[in-house]
């Protein structure tokens, strides 16, 4: 009995390894045999199969990543974000948590208007970033803004709504003023 249990984690422990290795294994295994066919098939010319087996080599893997991409990896994704978007809870989180990451580093970006907005008619002014100019979805009157401040060293922040007059755009890039927040003021921000 106790054999049996040694023997079962021991196919088991296997089993994991060859996961890890056969991908690096196969790998290795393909760009070999493609070099060496390569190579033989334009023996007499050594120097013109060496270059040409580099070159079929890179365009495999080329073809390869695309392919993943493409066919495995977007339609992989694609069934994870509609799991994670029908779970009740954690659609609310995934959604937020992606549209904040997407908002800083993705294809449309939100923060591109850093401003300087004087904080509760006093000398205090904080940077942060016009996320949207229309409120009347809210229904907000009036001319007022919302601005979102992020916090030092983190991407977490807070959003204010804020009179319009408050706001003063900067004339610097969004990257820089990201930059210059985050930090805590203490990246150089260049002009």
Do not use: C, H
Not at 23 to 29: E, F, K, Q, S
Not at 38 to 61: H, K, P, Q, R
Request: glycine share 8%.
């Amino acid at each position: 009995m106790k054999i049996l249990k040694i023997l079962k984690t021991f196919f088991r422990y296997f089993l994991q390894g060859l996961l890890y290795t056969a991908p690096l294994g196969a790998t290795a295994y393909i760009i070999y045999f493609i070099f060496s066919f390569t190579s033989n098939f334009l023996e007499e010319n050594y120097v013109e199969g060496y270059w040409i087996g580099i070159v079929a080599i890179i365009l495999l893997i080329t073809f390869l990543g695309y392919i993943g991409r493409t066919i495995i990896a977007q339609p992989l994704m694609a069934l994870v974000e509609q799991i994670l978007k029908n779970t009740p809870f954690v659609k609310f989180v995934y959604s937020s948590i992606k549209d904040v990451l997407g908002a800083f580093v993705g294809k449309d970006k939100k923060f591109k208007k850093p401003v300087l907005v004087k904080m509760y008619g006093t000398e205090i002014e904080k940077i942060g970033f016009v996320t949207q100019s229309d409120l009347s979805v809210l229904n907000i009157v009036g001319k007022k803004v919302a601005v979102y401040f992020p916090y030092t060293y983190t991407f977490m922040g807070e959003l204010f709504i804020v009179p319009a007059e408050s706001v003063t755009p900067l004339n610097i890039p969004t990257s820089d003023a990201l930059k210059f927040v985050i930090s805590g003021g203490v990246t150089n921000v260049n002009n």
